[in-house]
């Protein structure tokens, strides 16, 4: 089983809508969250970071963070096809500094 | 914010050659770099963790003597691809952590190297 689960997609949304994108993890110490962004042939970029349950949002972004339910998501509100790349979930654990990165989900926004 | 800078972005090879690739901090110092590498369509597999002044970290799976990690100073991390074959062929990736703790863990990604190895 894989640390950081994702869906590979591609996860297709008109210019405008909202994106959902969600990512399950398997390590119950893991204690922060990461969303990445990375354009083909780029090295990722980081959107934003959570580790309280709940909800953390940054412009048009949102990451939500239930423990419990061991998921994570990320919301992308006016979808532009700029947004167009494949979403990194990562985690990282207590007593690790390294990130354990889900396989990506990739996001089209269609004009 | 804080800018990791990697060089080659890109290079190409001859199977059995070393290829030398340098990450560095440029306006913070980088207490731990961390070493990724990313096949086609894959996500990012760390292969080591290096730490200024001491010995590198593997991963389970990534031959320590095949690539080589030095971090001997708080801005400069290099990957050595030694006797390099075509499976090496990959995007490998830096990420730098500063010393400042906290919770975060590493923030800052370099941009890349692409290596080719006909």
């Not at chain 1, 950081?4 to 969600?22: H, K």
């Not at chain 2, 100073?73 to 995007?91: I, K, M, N, R």
């Amino acid at each position: 089983q894989k640390e950081v689960e994702q869906n590979s997609g591609p996860l297709s949304v008109p210019e405008g809508a909202i994106a959902s994108l969600n990512c399950t993890y398997s390590d119950r110490g893991s204690q922060s969250f990461f969303w990445y962004r990375q354009y083909s042939g780029k090295s990722p970029e980081l959107i934003m970071f959570i580790y309280s349950n709940g909800d953390k949002e940054d412009g048009r972004f949102t990451a939500q963070l239930n423990k419990a339910s061991q998921y994570v998501s990320l919301l992308i509100r006016d979808s532009q096809p700029s947004d167009s790349a494949t979403y990194l979930c990562a985690a990282a654990a207590a007593g690790r500094r390294a990130l354990t990165f889900g396989s990506g989900t990739r996001l089209q926004v269609q004009p | 914010g804080a800018v990791v800078s990697q060089h080659p972005s890109r290079v190409i090879c001859k199977s059995g050659t070393s290829v030398k690739i340098e990450c560095r901090s440029l306006d913070f110092q980088a207490t731990t770099m961390f070493w990724y590498r990313q096949f086609p369509k894959q996500s990012l597999m760390l292969m080591a963790t290096s730490n200024e002044g001491s010995k590198a970290t593997y991963e389970q799976g990534v031959e320590k003597d095949k690539f080589l990690i030095n971090h001997a100073s708080l801005t400069l991390s290099t990957l050595t691809v030694t006797s390099a074959h075509p499976e090496d062929s990959s995007f490998y990736i830096c990420s730098a952590r500063g010393g400042w703790g906290g919770i975060t863990g590493e923030l800052f990604f370099g941009e890349g190297s692409r290596l080719t190895v006909l």
